[in-house]
């Protein structure tokens, strides 16, 4: 895209009427999409998040996250719809949009608009391959204590990674996203009665609350905040589901599709976590299925439930960083190579996480870091950044309020990318460098 600012007739163009799309999805189809999106393992990561902030400062801290999370998705989407708009493009993904802001912003900020399209890209890559192989891992580590226990062998998890490639390798060969609906929809059924399940072990005897934290420690409260965006993880599906719809306009607004996915799930977080947390305290573990009783056959049916859950949210989890990596290599290929190109590539990078998580086997130490560093980029920083260079010189409300709002939300987010980054990385070192510390 040419460094050039264009500015047309905002009115004068329709996006929605003008988007090209073969087999969109509906608006229930598309909300689906988003709660599976965010609806995975990281929803039983929730109760570690209460042990971290605290059962009562829990309960609202989600609420806040959650409502913080709705409110930058407005700012990204709705900043992708005026763009479109304005220079009469139909969709724009998220590194477009930002892509496009840039390149027609102040002559300032017009030489960043290459470099922010690739580093947008390369988060979002990055993102979304570490979930993969923190779906793989928590896969296989069900897989393995329930197989381990009843059969009382003792493989590890890496056998289990490789014994999962298999039905992984397969599914992750669906390209086309509306016909990743049912996966999606069969994974939220299934994850939403583990879920259940899980919440009837935990309310099935008293709960006691002695002993048990109300309000976070200040050192912990980076690591409620990137538990709590991690279990969201959903903006990177944001605009590729978004630009599939059938009737865009549904998306956004109080009762729109985003408002409604979070609503759902902002429920589901507080049950499990304010529960979890009040049930097993300070033994929280970072799954709250590795809480269940490993003697109980509903236990372990749970966890198998999660699993396949998990391995059926793969292929969504899949299709947003082979977008940005095909949309790169698409026209380097022949039109007649391109089928096996896209098979190869999927496999090989399939095998290159696999080794990845084979190697270490115990990524949820990086929960934390996906949580800080990737999405307080993604969910913060970006979104804010987008907004206030698109609204420039003086679209910024009434005594310039929404650039004041802009930058809270900006030191907010470089807060977290600082001090959660580096608390989870010097629990990284901790684990595997013995004594040292950054």
Known sequence: MENTAVKLDDD???????????????????????????????????????????????????????LLYVHCVELLVGTAHKACKRYRIPTLGFAETADTVLVNGPPAVRRFANFSRNYIDGMLVFHSLLIFCLFQIFIAASLRDVINNQLQITWSTGVYVAFVTVPIAL???????????????????????????TLYFLVNEPVSLD????????????????????????????????????????????????????????????????????????????????????????????????????????????????????????????????????????????SILTVVSVTVPDLQLFVGLVGSFCSSNLVLIVPVLVDTIFRWPNDYGLCGWILLKNAILAVLGILLLVFGTYSSLQRIVKTYGGNFEL
């Open 211 to 350: 002993n048990r934290n109300l309000w976070p420690e200040w050192s912990r409260l980076p690591f409620f905040v990137s538990t709590i965006l991690f279990a969201i993880q959903g903006i990177r599906f944001v605009l590729p589901i978004e630009n599939k719809m059938k009737h865009p306009q549904y998306f956004l607004g109080t009762c729109g599709v985003v408002s409604q996915a979070i609503a759902f799930l902002s429920i589901l977080y507080i049950a499990t976590g304010f529960f979890g947390y009040a049930r097993y305290g300070d033994d929280t573990k970072a799954s709250i299925t590795l809480n269940l009783p490993s003697d109980n056959r509903l236990a372990e049916f749970t966890r198998l439930l999660a699993a396949l859950s998990a391995l059926f949210q793969m292929p969504l989890g899949f299709y947003v960083p082979m977008e940005i990596i095909w949309q790169r290599l698409e026209d380097r290929i022949p039109d007649d190579q391109q089928n096996m190109a896209q098979i190869s590539i999927r496999f090989g990078l399939m």
């Open 171 to 197: 599914i992750i060969q669906i390209r086309v996203l509306k016909y990743l609906v049912p996966f999606s929809a069969l994974s939220n059924a299934l994850m939403i009665i583990a879920f259940g399940i």
């Open 12 to 66: 004068a163009y329709d996006p929605f009427l003008n988007r090209e799309i073969r087999k969109p999805n509906s608006n229930f189809g598309t909300l689906i999409h988003l709660v599976k999106g965010s609806l995975g393992t990281g929803i039983m990561a929730i109760p570690l998040a209460f042990k971290n902030g605290g059962l009562f400062f829990g309960a609202i801290g989600i609420i806040a996250v959650c």
